[in-house]
């Protein structure tokens, strides 16, 4: 059941869990919502890349203050690695190259190597990331062909779990702290295996205490909200 709020209480402050279609931008989430309650002060906790669906937590009037406390938390997500392969962008936003046979890939090889990659660990972001350097996106620059030095920058891996293998899909679980990037730790666990690796699918089923399980979508937020009306 979705629940409905009064313009006032918009204006005052509520938190929206919305479970954010696959090809739309977080801010393309936040547009919307905007021109539905027709509300200036709204945003979201956390940005979800385009090729990804599942959690976003959206904020309206005062409680936007809040929006830092709810980014900081632990965030959970599920999705696939494909590997065999890699990508410039560590996923599926650019075509994939440098095909490697994954026959000899098992789950448990899998599995062994997965200890690197749990606890505090230095992950360095993709080089078509939103990670800013001397104030540019470093995306930006490299669409331009600039090569940007990136630091390694610590994340927590609470827990990175390998669900099951078939025709070189992985499906995975991981559980992790704010800041970290899913399609490095996809690309560096395909180096780790010596076949290559990119990140094919991502869903965050978790933020905190909130679950996607009672996100509205956002067809069903615009119809009930209509109907009200």
Request: glycine letters at 8%; charged letters at 20%; hydrophobic letters at 40%.
């Amino acid at each position: 059941m979705i629940m409905v709020y009064s313009s006032q209480q918009f204006e005052e402050g509520v938190v929206l869990l919305i479970d954010k279609p696959l090809g739309w931008t977080s801010f393309d989430v936040i547009r919307k919502l905007r021109h539905l309650i027709r509300i200036r002060k709204i945003g979201h906790a956390g940005t979800l890349d385009p090729l990804a669906t599942g959690l976003l937590i959206v904020c309206t009037g005062k409680f936007t203050k809040r929006i830092n406390q709810y980014m900081a938390q632990q965030k959970e997500y599920t999705g696939t690695i494909t590997l065999g392969a890699t990508t410039p962008t560590y996923d599926l936003e650019s075509e994939p190259t440098n095909f490697m046979s994954t026959a000899h890939i098992t789950l448990e090889q899998v599995k062994s190597h997965l200890a690197p990659f749990t606890g505090p660990i230095q992950q360095i972001p993709p080089a078509h990331s939103a990670t800013k350097v001397e104030g540019k996106r470093v995306y930006e620059l490299a669409r331009k062909g600039k090569e940007v030095q990136l630091e390694p920058r610590v994340v927590h891996i609470y827990s990175f779990e390998a669900l099951g293998l078939q025709d070189a899909q992985l499906q995975f679980r991981v559980v992790c702290s704010t800041g970290t990037y899913i399609r490095s730790l996809a690309n560096d666990l395909g180096q780790a295996l010596g076949c290559g690796a990119y990140l094919s699918s991502l869903r965050r089923t978790r933020i905190g205490e909130f679950d996607v399980t009672v996100a509205h979508t956002m067809e069903s937020f615009a119809a009930n909200l209509h109907n009200q009306q």
